[in-house]
């Protein structure tokens, strides 16, 4: 199994941008062939700070999703509406 966290920092003014593109994203992405589970989540503390965590079956399902042509043309969208480019983000393999 394959995770991604990515963190975003998004602009004061386009939070409700930004969750709306963030929702659109991810409700497309759980459809893709391999997803196990993905979700936008909001930091506690600081608002305007958000997490997107996906988890995949495998690489080749992770590399068919990064061919998503929802996602492609959503991307451009949310990075216009985030303070710090490009967000933060890591892969994982899951270990046990």
Known sequence: MIKLIFRFTVKEDK??????IGTKLVA???????CI???LLRDSKLMNVFAIIDEWAS???LDKHSKNPVAIALM???DETLEKFPPDGDVYSVVI
């Open 15 to 20: 939070i409700d941008e930004f969750i709306a």
């Open 28 to 34: 497309s992405g759980r459809k893709d062939e391999g």
């Open 37 to 39: 589970s993905m979700q």
């Open 59 to 61: 690489q080749e399902a």
């Open 76 to 78: 451009p969208l949310l």
